[in-house]
């Protein structure tokens, strides 16, 4: 079973940048997308970035040009380096791993980690 622990955020004011870190408990092999969701209070999840295990990635219209998603294999760990904060970021954020395996297709979840930008 595959654990993922989110860091990194905090407060913040408009402008300003934070780094997010989402380490995995093991390395996930094989075919794999890593990405980060983020959750206000009363809307819905919605995607922010993945980076696919070949290190493909895909930016929400919302962030283009503001996040950027990375990882290192070989900490098992992915980066959500966020700059120009706008309030409107204000959510909490979540890793999420999906891993493509013989017997099936197999998605994990962070606990989340709260980001709170200032006006």
């Known amino acids: 079973q595959v654990q993922l622990v989110e860091s990194g955020g905090g407060l913040v004011q408009a402008g300003g940048s934070l780094r997010l870190s989402c380490a995995a408990s093991t390395t996930i092999f094989g075919d794999n997308i890593m990405g980060w969701y983020r959750q206000a209070p009363g809307k819905q999840r919605e995607l922010v970035a993945t980076i696919a295990s070949g290190g493909s990635t895909d930016d929400a219209d919302s962030v283009k040009g503001r996040f950027t998603i990375s990882r290192d294999n070989a900490k098992n760990t992915v980066y959500l380096q966020m700059n120009s904060l706008k309030p409107a970021d204000t959510a909490v954020y979540y890793c999420?791993?999906?891993?493509?395996?013989?017997?099936?297709?197999?998605?994990?979840w962070g606990p989340g980690t709260q980001v709170t930008v200032s006006s």
């Open positions: 999420n791993a999906v891993e493509r395996r013989l017997i099936g297709v197999f998605r994990y």
